[in-house]
């Protein structure tokens, strides 16, 4: 490819879906964890205070198989008042202040959604990650994801990949299977559309089984080419119709290239970062992937500046205390006190995958931003399910 990675991540921004997948899930028995909180979001999820767990692989844990069933009908209105899980237990939420106002009617028609990375890589990465192979031609370290960087790998590691892609070739040209470490954080991109649908009351339920079998069909599509990455938007609503929409995907070397030291010019996008020039009226649809981006699409509108000679941008976006939320596209983290802290979900930010799987992992932290304690010229982590993590430079000229 001869353009630049900035040109390509610009032009997959404009990309119209090239395809699109559309399924309802009829059958089954359904089998769930009985231990619920009290808003009725699965304990399993844990999206609303993400536990710090030991440091581990960053790929994703392997699927365990469960069994769904769609229900007869789906209410007509959502509800009119949040569990009370959202609200931290040291200031109240603005989210439940917006519900319980007269703001939300919950008639409102949209979609759950969910912006799912397919990467080939990935898999390959885990294989290497996971295997290890004799001592004629044994690898001494394993490959964390963490630590990739855009270096050539070793001969020992370049033997593993080359084993991993042909084992990924029997996989989906012979087999049509598609094994779930080719999709980031699959698991969780499940459980937070299932906790969007308990949260809005629909009698629906998103299986993992039907998520899972939906991207194998995508992926094994004539369209697509299985060897390049790909976005997939994952959208169900009320009904439980769940329609994936496919894309190009920006190649990302190392997901989680915005955690490095030391950025690498051509190879880990930066992004420049704006400040809104005024805070949001935060809500369920800040809080959880919707089709209603209203908001966003404002922010976006005042904010990034279209003649920029670097074409990619993100806006900063605050709530009506002053307090950070997160960017347009993404959620972030700001270096503050030897750690990077990202915005509580008490502020309104939404529950993002890779934001719940870096606090899971206690790559990040949650704390108050102030948008008096920003600097011009500081970096900022950002993280989304496509991109992963990377980083940005805060510009607060005018």
Known sequence: MSETQEEFNQWVLE????????????????????????GGAPTTSNWLQPAPVPFGSLSSAPSSASTFSSADSAPTSAPTSAPTTLTPPDKVSLVEQYITSEVYSGNEEFSLTSAIRYDPALYVHHYAANHTVSSSDSVTTLVDPSTLSSSPPLPTTAELYERALKELYTLIEEQKKVPDECFFLLELHQQRLQFGADFFNWDVEIPLDLLRSELNRAITAEAVDWRRPYKIRALVDKTGTLTLQVAPAPVRPNIFSGLKSTQVSGMDPVYEVYLDSRSIMVSPFTSLKTTKRDIYDAARARSLRPGSSNPLQEVILYNTRDEVTEGSIFNLALYRDGAWRTPPLGTGCLCGVVRHHLLSKQMVVEDDISIKSLSHGEPVLLFNGVQGVVRGILNLES
């Open 15 to 38: 990309n119209e879906p090239i395809f699109a997948l559309t399924a309802n899930h009829t059958g089954g028995d359904f089998v769930a964890d009985s231990s619920v909180l009290p």
